[in-house]
């Protein structure tokens, strides 16, 4: 008998069960677990079940249109061009298109300070090839974006999470960690944070700015959510505050404002590291798919973005609002939660002796489910944390997916007390 080498030729089965093993995966793979958001996600996939669970921009909202057009708009003018290689940075329209938003919003920028992504999470990717040794350390806010960390363990970082409050980072704090710790850079996502909804305040902004021109700190602005605000006014982005023009790499996406199927995100970068972060792409996927941002700076020029983003953060208001009603009608008085002023997450806390993880599998059982607050934290998480996203469901379907958990909520603490009781 005998079996198929590597060649497709065969050789006698007792070499073939002889063979020596391949060598082992590197330990980056296999030292950083998969997400369990996405997991999650997956074990909500059945019928009937009301997910609070991911981060997800609301389908119906999406303008499927508009976006039809403007593929038809990329073919019509050159389907050569669209269906062809492009350049590593990225379409000259699309980047123009993102310099002039930018712009807009306060932040002086051209075309050439932008580089195209793959998603805002190919941004991070980028930046964290091009800046982390094996070993370095960074600075989050603790707790964080889940994929980050992810990010940060496959490039062999040492995690440090920097206190933080309610309103996020505390920069006195933060002060003290850089003189400790020396990090090589600080990731942070200052308005409507994932997963705790916060937004740091102006002059916590201009702190962070100020310690990381003083003592030499690299700052990562992750901002996918900050067209998304429901009230008040605009907070300046952290990379046009004095002392941080020249250390901080933004990030920016159109998946929560046009579609996230599009995988289209952006880094606007000091010109040393955007060059090498352009390098680092060419490694990764040689440029991002040039008919989808063909599209997206057609629908960019035919489109008036700002008016269609007004009809979501209406939607996404109303939808915030009634997630907040039914947790004061539903939620013991012992729970609390926070009022986000925009993004897509609250953040809310279980009574004492609570597991929100444990809490999850009584949750699915009723037909709803959230995330666990755990994962997003470095170092001892606070069990009792859980994220609620509140884009992509109706208010009715919110206020009965809150009826679901409020009943799952009484069900746990049933069993708890059932468990006290026995000898």
Known sequence: MRAPDSRGATVPAAAAASAVAPPSFATRATSVEGS?????LALTERPGVISFAGGLPAPELFDAEGLRAAYDTAFADSARRALQY????????????????????????????????SGSQQALTLVAGTLIEPGDVVLVENPTYLAALQCFGLAGARVVPVPCDTEGIIPEALADLVVRERPKLLYTIPTF???????????????????????????????????????????????????????????????????????LGWLRAPAALRRAAVVAKQAADLHTSTVDQLAAAHYLAAVDLDAHIATVRTS????????????????????????????????????????????????????????????????????????????????????????????????????????????
């Open 36 to 40: 369990p958001v996405r997991e999650i």
């Open 316 to 423: 996404y208001r109303e939808r915030r609002d009634a997630l907040q009603t039914a947790l004061s009608r539903t939620f013991p008085a012992d729970c609390d939660w926070n009022l986000p002023a925009g993004g897509m997450f609250v953040w809310a806390r279980l009574p004492e002796d609570h597991d929100a993880t444990a809490l999850l599998r009584t949750a699915v059982a009723h037909g709803v489910a959230f995330v666990p607050g755990a994962p997003f934290y470095t170092g001892t998480p606070d069990p009792r944390t859980l994220r609620l996203s509140f884009t992509t469901h109706t208010p009715p379907e919110i206020a009965e997916g809150v009826t679901r958990l409020g009943t799952a909520l009484a069900e746990y603490g049933a069993k708890d007390l059932s468990a006290e009781a026995r000898p």
């Open 86 to 117: 492009s350049t590593t940075e990225g379409a000259p329209e699309l980047r123009e298109a993102v310099a002039a938003r930018a712009t807009a919003r306060g932040l002086a920028t051209g075309a050439d300070d932008v580089l195209v992504t």
């Open 193 to 263: 944070q994932n997963p705790t909804g916060r937004t740091l305040p102006a002059a916590r902004r201009a702190a962070v700015a100020e310690i990381a021109a003083r003592l030499g700190l690299w700052l990562v602005e992750d901002d996918p959510y900050g067209d998304l605000r429901y009230e008040g006014a605009d907070i300046p982005w952290l990379a046009a505050h004095p002392g941080a023009e020249d250390r901080t790499a933004l990030l920016g996406s159109f998946s929560k404002v046009m579609a996230p199927g599009l995988r």
